[in-house]
């Protein structure tokens, strides 16, 4: 069953989220491996070393890389993992590398069957079954919008609601239940969700679920999320 760790955002001006969701998996391991996939990001060599040093008294750090990794040497690093942690950047050229490259369908597979998943922003709607609630451009021309289908829900990181607790954004939103039925999960930044097998809940922070021809709903913290 999928475990999941997912964040709107890494943490402040760091990304001490991540560390303490991917701790209790490492912890005790002297030979405990990250897979590493940087893929939402054209530039992932910049942040590569600042992973690498966030992890240091966790774990060694294993980067995955689409275009220079042949399929065989990539879904190696995952069978090793003792955990993927999945950062932000753009969420369709990190689906469209996952597709092209054929490791979205081994990583499915794995984190299907429980290999925990750490992610923030594109990571976290890269879990959902479609990336089509992206706040990103296109810029790949990609024609892959299926995810990992992890949980049911899709997800809109980085929402910003003003005192109202209403955004230009919910329109928007809202369209997307015109073509699909399953719910949207909105997080500020500072939220985290949690799946542990089918039980999914919000750990902290502000959040809503959007289901259709409903309004958006406030989630509390602790609260069980379902359909």
């Given amino acids: 069953m999928p475990n999941l ?20 998996y490492l912890e005790g391991k002297p030979d ?9 990001s054209l530039y992932a060599e910049r942040w590569q070393e600042s992973a690498e040093d966030s992890f240091k008294k966790l774990a060694r750090v294993e980067t995955i890389s689409a275009e220079t990794m042949s399929l ?41 069957a429980g290999l925990p998943v750490v992610a923030f922003s594109a990571g976290t709607v890269l879990c959902g079954p479609n990336i089509l609630t992206a706040n990103d451009m296109n810029t790949v021309e990609t024609p892959h919008f299926e ?43 500072g939220a985290y969700v949690k799946m542990n097998g089918k039980k999914i ?13 409903h309004e958006k709903e406030r989630l509390e913290e602790g609260e069980l999320i379902s359909i």
């Fill in 5 to 24: 760790h997912l964040f709107s955002s890494p943490g402040h001006d760091d990304i001490r989220y991540i560390l303490e969701a991917s701790a209790p």
């Fill in 32 to 40: 405990a491996t990250v897979a590493h996939l940087p893929l939402a």
């Fill in 72 to 112: 065989s040497t990539m879904e190696d690093i995952i069978r090793r993992a003792a955990l993927v942690y999945i950062p932000g950047g753009n969420t369709f050229l990190l689906n469209h590398r996952l597709h092209v490259s054929r490791l979205m369908i081994f990583l499915r597979k794995k984190v299907l």
């Fill in 147 to 189: 995810a990992l289908n992890a949980m049911p829900f899709n997800f809109f990181p980085h929402y910003a609601a003003d005192s109202y607790r209403q955004s230009v954004q919910d329109e928007w939103l809202g369209d997307y239940h015109f073509f699909h039925d399953n719910p949207v999960v909105i997080l500020s930044d």
């Fill in 201 to 213: 809940t919000l750990v902290r922070g502000e959040a809503w679920i959007l289901r259709k021809d």
